[in-house]
């Protein structure tokens, strides 16, 4: 589907390898029924417009197009009069004719004359809010409180979102065109000053290095630019959220839009960033503390519980206390399967249940996942496929997964049990020692953008790791996380918020 140049053969992309002719741009367009050519005025035969009916505004093409024409054909002389004409702000002169193709794709008419085909009037009356959603709520991370303002799958919009609530000068986007087919507007942000310029170039570079047909969603760029491509753990952040994106950016982060897609990609960014959220910087420090550590919690829950379960009861039954051994004898009384082959059927329908929820309309999606999950739950125990005890981890270990609040981690969670369960089954104690030995040597080996993904965990970084794990008050965090190297350090001065009897001196 798409390979990677090497900057040395080809240090400018250029999706075009055949030279075309305005005459070949025309004849390709004419074979498409809602692309329309014809002559807007009888006293002037020799200029014509053509369009996509598709992509452009009709309203606008007949008020402030059509009719202006019709009135004053004989006054063109020139492309150039068109400026004095019609009322349309942006009138501009092109020639190339891969331009022509593209501004005709992009919603724009074209005027010319037939007999001078060599320079071309471009007219841009696109409709580009057609089919657009009507609300930006966020869908996918929803919060109690804060803003609910989310990005849309459009470019326009989505940087207006962007500069309404960044409203500085040193924001800097980045325009540029990615996929040979589609030819997509793909954003950089940052803001000057702050991010560092080596992860701006780094992204810039791999994105120029591609060489691809189509780009449908930001989520395809996330896995083409990342470091390595052979690992469930996402690199980047996507979000759907105006108010985590600006907080990124003035980190000192990076982000990537593109054009039809309703997610920012935000990068660099370490692993202890995907269990935070926008939510913890509207909440008290204590009470946001408190709820990232119990999704860290929940994600570690998540992974070990019921490979725990099959490694106690196939190699180390002997700790279980003699109080809890009854019920566990008592539940599996009449299982005929051994606890890895009882697990895995409990794991498997717990996550088939999800996907076909996942899959089905709003209304009936819940409804399968709680009556579903009632009915197969009972029916499993009643039948003595499972036992009581293990439905009750393989549940609390579902809901541990929901915690995190990153859809991509939720789901490397999720594939994570099945491994550590599998080792479990066969060494006990000891796989599940040599699989999170292989899973932490696998983590510190990936990147983001070049940031070490565990960072400020390894390579250690004293000052980082309180803020990884807890949510700093505003009088302590008034630094950007210096493990990712932003220009300026100092966000802003919180000396004047600290409160005397804190123990501060107020002199």
């Known amino acids: 589907m798409f390979r990677k140049k090497k900057v040395e053969q080809q240090p400018e992309k250029n999706y075009e390898t055949v030279e075309k002719t305005i005459q070949e741009v025309f004849e390709k367009a004419n074979k498409s029924s809602d692309f329309s050519t014809f002559t807007p005025s009888e006293k002037n035969d020799s200029l014509t417009i053509s369009y996509f009916k598709t992509l452009i505004n009709p309203d606008i093409l ?10 004053h054909a004989m006054e063109v002389k020139e492309l150039s009069d068109l400026k004095n004409i019609v009322p349309i702000e942006g009138i501009k002169l092109i020639k190339n004719p891969y331009e022509v193709e593209k501004v005709l794709h992009d919603g724009s008419i074209i ?64 325009e540029m065109i990615i996929g040979s087919r589609t030819k997509t507007n793909v954003v ?18 791999r994105l120029n290095q591609l060489d691809i047909d189509v780009i449908i969603d930001n989520s395809l760029l996330e896995q083409l630019i990342s470091e390595n491509t052979r690992t469930p753990f996402p690199l980047y952040i996507t979000t759907e959220r105006v108010d985590r994106t600006v907080w990124s950016l003035v980190q000192g982060q990076v982000v990537l839009f593109s054009n039809k897609s309703s997610y920012a990609v935000i990068g660099p960014v370490s692993l202890m960033e995907f269990f935070a959220t926008p939510e913890d910087y509207y909440l008290p420090s204590i009470i946001a503390s408190f709820f990232k550590l119990i999704r860290v ?85 009643d039948a003595a496929l499972t ?39 066969v060494w006990g104690g000891l796989g599940i020692y040599v699989g999170l030995l292989i899973l932490i040597a696998h983590l510190s080996r990936l990147k983001s953008l070049g940031v070490p993904y565990l960072l400020p965990i390894f390579p250690y ?24 190297r932003p220009l300026s350090i100092k966000r802003y001065s919180a000396v004047s918020n600290r409160d005397p009897e804190e123990g501060l001196d107020s002199e």
Not at 411 to 424: G, K, T
Request: hydrophobic share 45%.
């Open 297 to 381: 919690f929940g994600m570690l829950f998540s992974i070990f519980v019921t490979s725990f379960y099959v490694a106690i009861l196939t190699f180390h039954f002997e700790v279980v206390p003699k109080d809890l051994l009854g019920p566990i004898i008592y539940s599996r009384a009449n299982v005929p399967f051994p606890p890895v082959v009882e697990v895995l059927f409990l794991e498997i329908t717990i996550d088939l249940l999800r996907e076909a929820g996942a899959r089905l309309p709003t209304k009936i999606g819940q409804t399968l996942g709680i009556v579903g999950g009632i009915v197969i739950g009972q029916a499993t125990v």
């Open 62 to 71: 007949q008020k402030s197009v059509l009719q202006p024409l019709k009135e």
């Open 111 to 174: 005027l010319y004359f037939k007999d001078q085909m060599n320079e071309f009037a471009q007219l841009d009356i696109s409709f580009s809010r057609l089919g657009q959603r009507e609300t930006n709520e966020t869908q996918d991370e929803f919060s109690v409180i804060g803003p609910k303002v989310g990005f849309i799958e459009d470019l326009s919009t989505n940087l207006h979102l962007l500069r309404d609530h960044l409203n500085t000068s040193d924001l800097i986007v980045e």
């Open 387 to 425: 036992s009581n005890i293990l439905l009750i981890f393989v549940a609390l270990a579902a809901l541990s997964s929901f915690t995190t609040p990153i859809y991509k981690m939720s789901n490397a969670v999720r594939l994570l049990r099945y491994p550590f369960i599998l080792l479990a089954a």
């Open 188 to 205: 950089v942000a940052y803001l000057d000053g702050v991010t560092n310029p080596e992860y701006v170039n780094t992204l810039k570079q």
């Open 461 to 484: 970084r004293k000052g980082g790791i309180t803020s990884s794990f807890i949510r700093k008050n505003y009088v302590k965090s008034d630094k950007r996380p210096w493990y990712i």
